[in-house]
């Protein structure tokens, strides 16, 4: 059947997966089923962006369900997050039958013909026979001109990324509506043809606004829940004990998993993204919350067989797993793989329900042990601002010279090797601020540190990279500066899936220029929509190690 996907940075070639199977490995058929979701999801769409105040009114107790699903939808076609073809079958049937329980609620009310519009999407009629076809008629390339579909595809990697950060906002209990309706609006916005480059520009930078909205939620909804990440040193051996990795980026299920395995005997560990964890005071009460195990989500073929437990994960990134220990693997929330045991969402009120893991791991040996010591992370906007009239006088001494924002995602590619090149190559008057899985290539160098503040400073996961921006934006209000950019602060930032996009098109809304983006600019980006960004925000692709350290040294 064949696929065509470019929204992460490892598709083959950086010009798109167009085989059997993307690189990320997910089929053909999976990644046309999300492309007709997707694409179902803005059918259903149109009829609550037309819908008459009357029928908002009367349906607004549903409403939230349906910002929810919205949410969890977009949420799922995420790289590395869904490969069950089930799954993306049963959310298709939803999504239009959604939309057509909408189109009935409408005509109960007499609503005059035409007020609602009308969309091929969603007048589907999906069978089990017929949906391979139908999903392969609705991909990326459906879009004939090159740079509407480049600005249409940054906009809708954008509202993906904003898409998993306000769903763990609303998980927490924070109100997300507003970012939800700006996702309505951009992707209805995709659909029109009568929106060109002209009006998606603007609506691209929109984006920006509301992805920094999405993180400033889900930074409310962490730390009111489990208090501000305090400065921490994480063991990274392991201990005698059986026990369960837990991978992912959602608080809510490591607070769960916590509590249940409290007093089993079985030990919890954090893996990739999750290592942020530690660094919460109202997790590290739990005796048998040990460390963190292993690396960057990459890495989990190898380290999820040497760990020999018990796996949670609870959000992307989730590869293949190897039959060897793939039965030791359980996925929730939106996480879903073939012959992989899933752990649904519970009922209202009720707490998620681990108690098959916990039997599975009090079964099986402890892990084995891959390294030994402890790294230092924990150092989110309100620890650092706490530090503020120490980094600022470091800075006015000269003994800071610069700060190097190396933030953003880890991959595969050995091309990524260049930030734990440009880790090493930077000046020892230098502090890394970094966030995301990107860490992984330089958090356990030794680097040293400066004055007592360590060389590299870990805010936490990808959504807190808004920290990053706090912590520059406090900076400009200390040194009494009208512009981000006259900060010594300069941006080298990893990308590899959507929200990476996401956090990129926050700090162009924040006015940051002079990005450094690596280890290639996105597939997606044509090259007018390129030059476009290049011209109007001075981004540069990564480039030689030495000469990119002089030039960010020098401000270039």
Avoid at 101 to 126: M, R, S, Y
Avoid at 325 to 354: M, S
């Amino acid at each position: 059947m064949g696929m065509f996907c470019y929204q992460c940075q490892e598709n083959i070639g950086n010009k798109g997966c167009s085989f059997a199977k993307g690189f990320c490995g997910k089929t053909d058929d999976v990644a046309n089923l999300q492309d007709l979701l997707i694409y179902a999801l803005k059918g259903m769409l149109i009829f609550r962006s037309k819908a008459p105040l009357e029928l908002r009114k009367q349906y607004a107790e549903s409403c939230g369900e349906v910002d929810k699903f919205v949410l969890e939808k977009l949420f799922s076609t995420i790289t590395n997050a869904n490969f069950d073809r089930a799954y993306f079958v049963k959310a298709v049937k939803d999504t239009i039958e959604m939309r057509e329980t909408g189109k009935q609620k409408t005509a109960e009310l007499n609503i005059p013909a035409g007020i609602l519009d009308t969309h091929d999407a969603a007048t589907f009629f999906v069978t089990d026979d017929n949906i391979d076809e139908k999903a392969a008629q609705v991909g990326v390339l459906r879009t004939a001109d090159e740079d509407v579909r480049s600005l249409r595809e940054l906009l809708t990697y954008g509202i993906k990324g904003m898409a998993a950060y306000a769903d763990h906002a609303l998980r927490l209990g924070k109100p997300v509506k507003k970012i939800v309706m700006f996702m309505e609006k951009g992707l209805l916005a995709t659909l029109d043809d009568s929106v060109g480059v002209a009006e998606l520009i603007p609506l691209v930078l929109e984006a920006g606004k509301y992805a920094v909205d999405a993180m400033a939620a889900l930074d409310a909804a962490n730390t009111e829940t489990y208090g501000n990440p305090e400065i921490t040193e994480v063991n990274i051996g392991v201990r005698n004990n059986p026990a369960i990795l837990i991978s992912g980026h959602d608080l809510k299920d490591m607070e769960e998993l916590l509590k249940q395995t409290d007093g089993t005997g079985v030990d919890v560990y954090t893996h990739s993204e999750m290592l942020p964890a530690n660094y919460y005071p109202a997790f590290k009460k739990y005796a048998h919350f040990v460390g963190n195990y292993g690396n960057a989500w990459w890495k989990q073929n190898e380290e999820f067989e040497s760990f020999n437990g018990a796996i949670v994960l609870t959000t992307n990134c989730l590869i293949p797993p190897k039959d060897s220990y793939k039965y030791r693997v359980f996925t929730t929330n939106i996480v879903g793989f073939e012959g992989v045991k899933h752990i649904p969402d519970p009922l209202k009120e009720q707490p998620k329900d681990f108690s098959e893991v916990i039997a599975l791991a009090k079964t099986l040996p402890a892990p084995t042990e891959i390294e030994t010591g402890k790294i230092v992370g924990g150092f989110a906007h309100a620890q650092v601002i706490a530090l503020a009239d120490k980094v600022v006088e470091a800075v006015k001494s000269g003994a800071i010279k610069r700060f190097i924002v190396m933030a953003g995602c880890d991959g595969r590619h050995k091309e990524r090797d260049y930030f734990t090149q440009v880790a090493k190559e930077l000046p020892k008057d230098t502090i890394i601020l970094t966030a995301g899985c990107a860490k992984y290539r330089y958090n356990k160098l030794d680097l040293g540190n400066i004055g007592g503040i360590p060389r590299v400073l870990d805010a936490g996961q990808c959504n807190d990279s808004y920290s990053l921006a706090v912590i520059a934006l406090k900076l400009k209000e200390l040194f009494g500066l009208d512009d981000i950019n006259k900060l010594p602060i300069s941006f080298d930032i990893a990308w590899y899936e959507q929200k990476a996009v996401t956090v990129l098109l926050a700090l162009l809304f924040l006015g940051v220029k002079g990005i450094r983006l690596g280890p290639t600019l996105p597939a997606f980006l044509s090259p007018n929509m390129a030059k476009v960004l290049v011209e109007n925000f001075d981004i540069k692709p990564i480039g030689d190690i030495k000469a990119d350290v002089e030039a960010m040294m020098a401000v270039k």
